[in-house]
């Protein structure tokens, strides 16, 4: 979860509130994937891509709504906002944990499988505990480098008035 926004600042529900955790649901699904019929980890998708698709439509909602000429490349600032955000999120929160996710279990399910002997209940058990362990540890490095492509590729195109940050 992002830091405490800056004192005096207003508090982002979808970034400083328990409300971020349902960006990360997909990568709960992909943990549990091989203890759970497939339409659960989708609806993990389901519920990570709709926070995504939220923030990305909240974030263009107060693009719409700033000062101090709120017309003036109004439906600029709301297009930046909105892409971005959904970019960002898609990537950060969805595709590549998710993606990363999906490869740890699978990898760590196959070696438990050759290199132990334990029940396949055993294994997958293992699988998901580890699954679930790495989240934690891959959002911020997943965070920043999503930061800097975009940084280095889509930001590039956005007018020089306001770049976004969205993380």
């Not at 970034?15 to 759970?36: C, I, K, P, Q």
């Not at 280095?152 to 007018?159: A, C, E, I, T």
């Amino acid at each position: 979860m992002s830091e405490s926004p800056p004192q005096g600042a207003e508090r982002d529900l979808y970034r400083d509130t328990w409300v971020r955790y349902l960006g990360y649901a997909n990568e709960v699904g992909e943990a549990f994937r091989s203890m759970v019929p497939a339409a659960v980890v989708w609806l993990s998708y389901g519920v990570s891509s709709s926070y995504v698709l939220a923030d990305a439509i909240d974030k263009g909602k107060k693009a719409g709504e700033q000062t101090p000429s709120p017309e003036e490349g109004r439906s600029t600032r709301v297009t930046i906002a909105v892409v971005d955000t959904f970019v960002w999120q898609a990537l950060a929160s969805v595709a590549i944990p998710g993606f990363t996710i999906n490869r740890v279990c699978a990898a760590s399910l196959y070696m438990l499988g050759t290199a132990t002997r334990w029940p396949l209940a055993v294994r997958k058990w293992t699988t998901t505990a580890l699954g679930l362990l790495a989240i934690p540890v891959i959002i911020h490095p997943i965070d920043r480098s999503v930061d800097f492509l975009l940084d280095s590729s889509l930001r590039k195109l956005y007018p020089s008035v306001q770049k976004p940050s969205s993380s």
